[in-house]
Structures are given as C-alpha cells and as structure tokens.
T-cell receptor, first 110, second 114 residues
Framework: DTEVTQTPKHLVMGMTNKKSLKCEQHMGHRAMYWYKQKAKKPPELMFVYSYEKLSINESVPSRFSPECPNSSLLNLHLHALQPEDSALYLC?????????FGSGTRLTVV | AQSVTQLDSQVPVFEEAPVELRCNYSSSVSVYLFWYVQYPNQGLQLLLKYLSGSTLVKGINGFEAEFNKSQTSFHLRKPSVHISDTAEYFCAVSLYNQGGKLIFGQGTELSVKP
C-alpha cells in the first residue's frame, strides 16, 4: 500500500458544528502532516507529528485540533470554524525518501 | 530559513513544444528538492525528487529536473508537452524528509494549448 487515504472527500459544515477529518497510511511512515490549501495558493503547513507526537504547530487557531491515535492514523478535529477556513485540507506522510500526499478533503464552512 | 521561488506564475505553451518551469531556492544548508503536480480538484502527486547523487533527475510522465547547487536552482523540463500536462506545478524544499517542514513555492500554472 503506497497511498495516503483521506476521508471524507467533501465536507460542508456550519459554524457551530463539530466534525473530524481522517487520514490513514500503511507505509510505515513515522511522520504525518496536515496542510491547508486555499485556491490558487501553495499548501501551508499546519501540524507535524513525528513518532505519534506533535512536533510542529504552525500557530494554528485552537478551533483546529490534531490527534494521532497511532502511527497509521491522523485526525483533525474541527470546531466553531469560520467561513474563511473553507479550503482543501491535505494530509501527508513521509519517510527518508519523500513525502506522500492524500487527495484531500474539500471543506466548506457555511 | 529556507525559501523557494518559482519564477513564473503562468506558463502557456503549445502542445508538443518543450517547456521549462523554473525554481530557485534559498538555504544555508543542504536541502532535498521536490516537484509536485496538482490537477484540478486533486491532491499533490510527486513528479520527481533530488535527495543526493546524480544532479539530473528523471521523473514520471517524461519530466526531468537538474539540480544546480552553484545557482541554487532545480528547474523542471519536458521536451514535448501534452494537453494532459495542464496543471499546477509546485517546487518544494525540505531540510530532511522525516518530520521536517516541506516548504512550497508559489506554484506555476502550466497551460498547454492545442
């Protein structure tokens, strides 16, 4: 298995909702990442987990809460989001040979 | 700190013509270099990478890139493009692969016209 799987592919949520994005990989990679991508822009790093511990938080608002239950899974919990948080959320994993990205979750906050 | 500059935001080209997408990076230490492609409404797909060794790197879909340390460049080339190559292309750098930041350039939109 050489893929990073993200679910759901699309998500519409209200500003008072709580939802979660999920990411899974079975490549044995020990680092996993969340990126946010707005239209016509490059991905921006949000969080990095290394060996299941949060190693980098790029000053992300607390309405985004990451979780790494085990070495294969990465979640992003969402609460009280704003319309400007609408974006493509990409998960990635890496080893010493490169980074692999999932196909993303297209999030719309209404 | 590391940074990446993609010198062209848009590159229009006719089908079967050659293309070069330019990427320069800034770093005080050695870096790993990557090119990714993103088709509309999709995630990022790795085209090629430079970790060490030969400075000419061959990737998927007929793309290649050359690492030039003295000019801190990693330009992407294809000798003959197809309509299907129309996409956004991102150059990226990392200090190390596992647990390190992958920093992206602003992207180059390649538009292949018939």
């Amino acid at each position: 298995d050489t893929e990073v799987t993200q679910t759901p592919k699309h998500l519409v949520m209200g500003m008072t909702n709580k939802k979660s994005l999920k990411c899974e990989q079975h490549m044995g990679h020990r680092a996993m990442y969340w990126y946010k991508q707005k239209a016509k822009k490059p991905p921006e790093l949000m969080f990095v987990y290394s060996y299941e511990k949060l190693s980098i938080n790029e000053s992300v608002p607390s309405r985004f809460s990451p979780e790494c239950p085990n070495s294969s899974l990465l979640n992003l919990h969402l609460h009280a989001l704003q319309p400007e948080d609408s974006a493509l959320y990409l998960c990635a994993s890496s080893d010493n040979y490169g980074y692999t990205f999932g196909s993303g979750t297209r999030l719309t906050v209404v | 700190a590391q940074s990446v500059t993609q010198l062209d935001s848009q590159v229009p080209v006719f089908e079967e013509a050659p293309v070069e997408l330019r990427c320069n990076y800034s770093s005080s230490v050695s870096v790993y270099l990557f090119w990714y492609v993103q088709y509309p409404n999709q995630g990022l797909q790795l085209l090629l990478k430079y970790l060490s060794g030969s400075t000419l790197v061959k990737g998927i879909n007929g793309f290649e890139a050359e690492f030039n340390k003295s000019q801190t460049s990693f330009h992407l080339r294809k000798p003959s493009v197809h309509i299907s190559d129309t996409a956004e292309y991102f150059c990226a750098v990392s200090l190390y692969n596992q647990g390190g930041k992958l920093i992206f350039g602003q992207g180059t939109e390649l538009s292949v016209k018939p």
